[in-house]
């Protein structure tokens, strides 16, 4: 069983940056493709992006292309999102998923089986 965590949430002003972490543990964590998404309340969880197991590879939603990074540290068994230039648009509840699954970077969330319990971030105008 993986348990992940999410922290880093909170309140910033439009262009400002945050930086989110996912600590997991139990499993092995390298052999898990790892992914961030968000959702808002009503609708279906959406891809924000996707790292490898090597993090040598990374996918990124076209809407946050350019102002956020992901990354990971398998030592450490944690993920990263810095997000940079942040919009009131990307508020929303953030959550870091494993998919041990898979071989590549799924953009759908029901290719991810494990999720941490979410993390807010709110970006005022």
């Known amino acids: 069983q993986v348990q992940l965590v999410e922290s880093g949430g909170g309140l910033v002003q439009a262009g400002g940056s945050l930086r989110l972490s996912c600590a997991a543990s139990?499993?092995?964590?390298?052999?898990?493709?790892m992914g961030w998404f968000r959702q808002v309340p009503g609708k279906e969880r959406e891809f924000v992006a996707g790292i490898s197991r090597s993090g040598g590879s990374t996918n990124y939603a076209d809407s946050v292309k350019g102002r956020f990074t992901i990354s990971r540290d398998n030592a450490k068994k944690t993920v990263l999102l810095q997000m940079n230039s942040l919009k009131p648009e990307d508020t929303d509840v953030y959550y870091c998923?494993?998919?041990?699954?898979?071989?590549?970077?799924?953009?759908?969330?029901?290719?991810?089986?494990?999720w941490g319990q979410g993390t807010q971030v709110t970006v005022s105008s």
């Open positions: 998923a494993a998919d041990f699954s898979r071989g590549f970077i799924s953009r759908s969330p029901r290719a991810y089986d494990y």
């Open positions: 139990g499993g092995t964590f390298s052999t898990y493709i």
